[in-house]
């Protein structure tokens, strides 16, 4: 991170019994810089991991900032340890970002969460209500029990436009047969694990969505094919900037290939979702394994995604 803010936790709040909402302040009383729905923070933790968190509210006084994290035994260790924090705990954090913006609160849209993937949803849900605009909000969970923010949707100024669908109560979502009631294509929002993100995306490409009235965020590690699953010979990585050449074996990813040679780039998932280490290509192609770029930036072969991607070619050539 390079410009950082100093938090400390001043509210902890049990959701569910895997989930909890953690309220940030600053360190010294200050207020926060505002940001829109969509946007995160990205947390550097006691042990040095930097993970990243959606806002799930909108802003209003600018005292603090609202994340929610799923305890999640699988983890490497971020989930786990913000489990364990307690109120007065410090924290740093960057400035928020926002790679999934509401692109218009005044224009109709149609909100689908799954699991802890509700939480950049509800603020823009808070920003549509605002501005009058019609929309809905789709929420996907196992129970009541294990839905975040249950409660508080139910409660809500919007909660008429809440439509929960509970796996154990067999009210599982349609998504075919809500896409095809939605005759006037408006913009979907969708974040969640993968699978789910994926169907909802392919079915709207069936019935005629617009590719950029398709909005997604991956809010469980989506996975990317992994490096050691498909083994390739080793390629090298040339920085535009010296014309250093750096060896990337099998099994290395580039980006740790740079790290090994003393060189660091901003990284936060490492596994191609978030896009904090997205690098231009002046030269080579890239063998895409991220989930962050579309389909058609994927085809311009301008980016990468270090973290994860590899290469195509001999010398891949890097704006770094």
């Known amino acids: ?14 959701e569910t019994s895997r ?20 946007a995160h923070v990205e947390l550097k933790l006691p042990n040095g991991l930097m993970r990243q968190y959606s806002l799930c509210r909108l802003p209003t006084t600018g005292m603090s900032y609202e994340i929610a994290v799923l305890k999640d035994p699988n983890s490497r260790g971020g989930s786990m340890l913000l489990h364990q924090m307690k109120v007065g705990d410090r924290l740093q954090a960057s400035y928020p970002q926002n790679h999934f913006l509401l692109k218009n609160p005044r224009k ?24 009058g605009v019609d929309f809905a909000l789709h929420y996907s969970a196992k129970s009541p029990a294990s839905a975040a923010f249950y ?22 979502l349609n998504i075919e047969s809500l896409l095809k009631s939605l005759v006037s ?45 498909t083994p390739r010979e080793m390629f090298q990585v040339k920085l535009a900037s010296s014309g250093q050449m750096i060896d990337v074996p099998p099994g290395v990813s580039i980006t740790e290939a740079l790290e090994m040679n003393g060189i660091d780039i901003p990284i936060s998932c490492e596994e191609g979702w978030c896009g904090t280490c997205m690098t231009r290509v ?16 994927h085809t311009q072969n301008s980016l990468i995604m270090p973290c994860c991607s590899r290469s195509r070619s001999d010398v891949l050539v890097l704006d770094i």
Not at 1 to 14: E, G, H, N, P, T
Not at 109 to 120: K, V
Not at 152 to 172: C, G, I, P, T
């Open 108 to 131: 109709t849209a149609i909100l689908l969460g799954a699991g802890i993937g509700i939480t950049p949803l509800i603020p823009m849900a808070q920003m549509l209500a605002k501005t």
């Open 282 to 297: 002046i030269d080579g192609v890239p063998d895409h394994r991220d989930t962050f770029l579309s389909p058609q930036e």
């Open 185 to 229: 294509h408006p913009d979907l929002y969708v974040c969640g694990p993968r699978q789910y993100i994926e169907e909802i995306m392919n079915c709207a490409k069936v019935f005629g969505w617009p590719e950029e009235r398709l909005h997604k965020e991956f809010f469980t590690g989506a996975k990317s094919p992994l490096i050691d699953q």
């Open 151 to 172: 409660d508080q949707l139910n409660k809500s100024e919007f909660a008429d436009k809440v439509h929960w669908h509970f796996s154990d109560a067999n009210s599982r």
């Open 19 to 38: 989930v909890i909402r953690i309220e940030l302040v600053s360190q010294n009383g200050s207020t926060l810089p505002l940001y829109q729905a969509g």
């Open 1 to 14: 991170m390079k410009a950082v803010l100093d938090l400390k936790i001043s509210r902890i709040v049990k």
